[in-house]
């Protein structure tokens, strides 16, 4: 369970002690967050090889689901509300959980592929 916890903190998956961005970014101002090359704790380099994080668009896009149902069951079938809220609601959490989505994708891909399988 820890695991699950320290992937979300976006620690390092091989000691889970430093940190794996150095910037959140800001999705209101394009910035996107910052990775660093390797762990400052244990040196573990988190870009594997060239491309690795390609695989984590898969995760990014599987939250950015997630979380846009989440959006339309709340919206439509909770509060009843019209198509253009939701449409709203849906374009506004998209913006706002980018930034989100890209770190904690990332961070996941890398637990995914790391011995201490989660
Ligand atoms: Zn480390």
């Given at each position: 369970m820890s695991r699950y916890v320290k992937a979300l903190q976006c620690k390092?998956?091989?000691?889970?002690?430093?940190?794996?961005?150095?910037s959140n970014g800001n999705s209101l101002l394009f910035r996107m967050p910052k990775m660093f090359?390797?762990?400052?704790?244990?040196?573990?380099?988190?870009?594997?090889?060239?491309?690795?994080?390609?695989?984590?668009m898969y995760v990014s896009y599987a939250l950015a689901v997630a979380e846009l149902i989440s959006m339309l069951v709340v919206i439509?079938?909770?509060?009843?509300?019209?198509n253009i809220v939701l449409l709203c609601g849906v374009v506004i959490v998209a913006v706002l959980l980018s930034t989100f989505n890209f770190r904690v994708s990332r961070s996941l891909w890398m637990y995914f592929f790391e011995k201490k399988a989660i």
């Amino acid at each position: 369970m820890s695991r699950y916890v320290k992937a979300l903190q976006c620690k390092c998956p091989k000691c889970e002690k430093g940190k794996v961005f150095r910037s959140n970014g800001n999705s209101l101002l394009f910035r996107m967050p910052k990775m660093f090359h390797s762990c400052q704790e244990c040196g573990y380099v988190f870009e594997r090889e060239p491309g690795f994080f390609f695989g984590a668009m898969y995760v990014s896009y599987a939250l950015a689901v997630a979380e846009l149902i989440s959006m339309l069951v709340v919206i439509k079938f909770i509060l009843g509300m019209s198509n253009i809220v939701l449409l709203c609601g849906v374009v506004i959490v998209a913006v706002l959980l980018s930034t989100f989505n890209f770190r904690v994708s990332r961070s996941l891909w890398m637990y995914f592929f790391e011995k201490k399988a989660i």
